[in-house]
Nanobody, 123 residues
Framework: VQLQASGGGVVQAGGSLRLSCAASGRTFSRYAMGWFRRAPGKEREFVAA????????LYADSVKGRFTISGDNAKNTVYLQMNKLKPEDTAVYSC?????????????????WGQGTLVTVSS
């Protein structure tokens, strides 16, 4: 399975960005997709996750109400719409695939990882 993340860039505080994560290769009948981020000098942090059906989502408290995760099964792509961005959102964002059906905030539950895409929010 290959995961390709894109959509990062530089944006001013209060602005928006949309990240995409396209999956290719082996397909699964049931899985969950998540986004994690790592800021300079900090540990990896859970951001959001969505089930394969898109029926359930999970968010970190720090992004709840500002970020929206969604999926397009026909395109095998997951999106992370980020609004009202803050300088503390600056990080490398990575997408990951979890073969379990339950949503998880633990990065160890995710088997496949894409490369990161850098998001920089200027004040």
């Amino acid at each position: 399975v290959q995961l390709q993340a894109s959509g990062g860039g530089v944006v001013q505080a209060g602005g928006s960005l949309r990240l995409s994560c396209a999956a290719s290769g082996r397909t699964f009948s049931r899985y969950a997709m998540g986004w994690f981020r790592r800021a300079p000098g900090k540990e990896r942090e859970f951001v959001a996750a969505v089930t394969w059906s898109g029926g359930r989502t999970l968010y970190a408290d720090s992004v709840k109400g500002r970020f929206t995760i969604s999926g397009d099964n026909a395109k095998n792509t997951v999106y992370l719409q980020m609004n009202k961005l803050k300088p503390e959102d600056t990080a490398v964002y990575s997408c990951a695939l979890d073969l379990g059906s339950a949503l998880s905030m633990r990065y160890t539950d995710y088997r496949y990882w894409g490369q990161g895409t850098l998001v920089t929010v200027s004040s």
